[in-house]
Nanobody, 120 residues
Framework: QVHVVESGGGLVKPGGSLRLSCVAS????????MAWYRQAPGKQRRLVAG???????NYADSVRGRFTISRDNAKNTVSLQMNSLRSEDTAVYYC??????????????WGQGTQVTVSS
């Protein structure tokens, strides 16, 4: 079993910053990649940013240049530094750990999410 826990969400004013953290624990041999997703009310869960074990990162167009994803492979953690926050960034943010792959696709584990609210 793999457990994924997010933290760091909260209320922030537009233009402000927030840092989210995620830790994966359990019987893990390798975490191939970790990623942040978000889901606003009434909308689909979408990728925000992802990072591989080698440090290669990718971002959604809406956050590129404002958010930075980083990870500590030894600690199985990933962080998301969010700057210049906008009201449209308001969502529940979820962390996903990609721990294995099968012929059918990747195997990942989700955290329960952390709420980020951007409002004045």
């Amino acid at each position: 079993q793999v457990h994924v826990v997010e933290s760091g969400g909260g209320l922030v004013k537009p233009g402000g910053s927030l840092r989210l953290s995620c830790v994966a624990s359990g019987s893990i041999a390798t975490i191939y990649s970790m990623a942040w997703y978000r889901q606003a009310p009434g909308k689909q869960r979408r990728l925000v940013a992802g990072i591989t074990s080698s440090g290669s990162a990718n971002y959604a167009d809406s956050v590129r240049g404002r958010f930075t994803i980083s990870r500590d492979n030894a600690k199985n953690t990933v962080s998301l530094q969010m700057n210049s926050l906008r009201s449209e960034d308001t969502a529940v943010y979820y962390c996903n750990a990609h721990v294995a792959s099968t012929s059918s696709g990747p195997i990942g584990y989700w955290g329960q999410g952390t709420q980020v609210t951007v409002s004045s």
